[in-house]
């Protein structure tokens, strides 16, 4: 059973940064297609940025150029560096994980862009 823990989230000003960080336990990391989704209260949830295969990026249109996904298979872990955050980006930030017959998320961690 895949399990995956979201650390990283906090209060942050207008303009700041901060690095979400996602491991992977129960599981093969490199075998995953890994996700970061967020949900912004009233909202529904949206894709921020995937990897695919470990090495294919994409990003919503309104996090590229400010965020960047990465993975790192020898510590299971998948990372959000969120830079230049705006107030729009408060949000639960969720993880998820796929692969055939695989669809797991996180609890989610909460970002706030505020000042």
């Known amino acids: 059973q895949v399990q995956l823990v979201e650390s990283g989230g906090g209060l942050v000003q207008p303009g700041g940064s901060l690095r979400l960080s996602c491991a992977l336990s129960g599981g093969i990391f490199s075998l995953y297609n890994m996700g970061w989704y967020r949900q912004a209260p009233g909202k529904q949830r949206e894709l921020v940025a995937n990897i695919i295969l470990g090495s294919m990026t994409n990003y919503a249109h309104s996090v590229k150029g400010r965020f960047t996904i990465s993975g790192d298979n020898a510590k299971n872990t998948v990372y959000l560096q969120m830079n230049s955050l705006k107030q729009d980006d408060t949000a639960v930030y969720y993880c998820?994980?796929?692969?055939?017959?695989?669809?797991?998320w996180g609890k989610g961690t909460l970002v706030t862009v505020s000042s």
């Open positions: 998820n994980a796929k692969r055939v017959g695989v669809d797991s």
